[in-house]
């Protein structure tokens, strides 16, 4: 069985740029979360998707944003980038998104704004 | 507002020995929580959770300790291994939500010493 698939791995883009991160959850899971990793900070959430639905929303600006298609693949989009933006970007999936359920992490996106 | 903290940044422990990760809460909210383990380049995987309503739970080599009282709960290890060596986040979550909405700390890095 396939794990979290998360593209690109590495990423560089330049301050005022956009940024579109892919993350392929495990066959039948229905819920993907997205965190951001900072060094000092840990991993912070970014929001949560449920068959299509953004379910749950952290604190991030409105330049962070997602969607999930019907295979519940998802994309996170992050517009008019800062260099404060470099982190790592992981994403979760489980098939509910219930506390039965283990949250399966992806690899994660190294994104290096400059 | 770091409400899940681990105020050890690193832990050396020897081989065979007992490794105590420690993690504080501020949130009185929160009523599971859960231990994940992170080894470089890859996403973090689940080791261990343990409910409001316990204050022990064990799973072989793992032991999680809550003490509700004290907004405190540890990750035992015992015994050590080398390949125990990897970061460890603590992580909370609030009777509304399951595994899709987590609330780190910030990571300990255990190394164990051959």
């Known amino acids: 069985k396939a794990g979290v698939t998360q593209t690109p791995r590495y990423l560089i883009k330049t301050r005022g740029q956009q940024v579109t991160l892919s993350c392929s959850p495990i066959?039948?899971?229905?819920?993907v979360s997205w965190y951001q990793q900072t060094p000092g900070q840990g991993l912070q959430f970014l929001f949560e998707?449920?068959?299509?639905?953004?379910?749950n929303k952290g604190n991030f600006p409105g330049r962070f944003s997602g969607r999930q298609f019907s295979n519940s693949r998802s994309e996170m989009n992050v517009s008019t980038l800062e260099l404060g933006d470099s982190a790592l970007y992981l994403c979760?999936?489980?098939?509910?998104?219930?506390?039965?359920?283990?949250?399966?992490f992806g690899q994660g996106t190294r994104l290096t704004v400059v | 507002d770091q409400q899940v903290k681990q105020n050890s940044p690193s832990l050396s422990v020897q081989e065979g020995r007992i490794s105590i990760l420690n993690c504080d809460y501020t949130?009185?909210?929160?009523?599971?929580f859960l231990w994940y383990k992170k080894y470089p380049a890859e996403g973090p995987t689940f080791l261990i959770s343990?409910?409001?309503?316990?204050d022990k739970n064990e799973d072989g080599r793992f032991t999680v300790f809550l003490n509700k009282s004290a907004k405190h709960l540890s990750l035992h290890i015992v015994p050590s291994q080398p390949g125990d060596s990897a970061v460890y986040f603590c992580?909370?979550?609030?009777?509304?939500?399951?595994?899709?909405?987590?609330?780190f700390g910030t990571g300990t890095r255990l190394t164990i010493i051959p």
């Open positions: 066959s039948g899971h229905r819920s």
């Open positions: 992580a909370a979550t609030t009777p509304n939500f399951g595994n899709e909405k987590l609330t």
């Open positions: 949130n009185s909210m929160f009523d599971y």
């Open positions: 998707y449920f068959s299509e639905t953004q379910r």
């Open positions: 343990i409910s409001s309503i316990k």
């Open positions: 979760a999936s489980s098939l509910e998104g219930d506390r039965g359920n283990e949250a399966f």
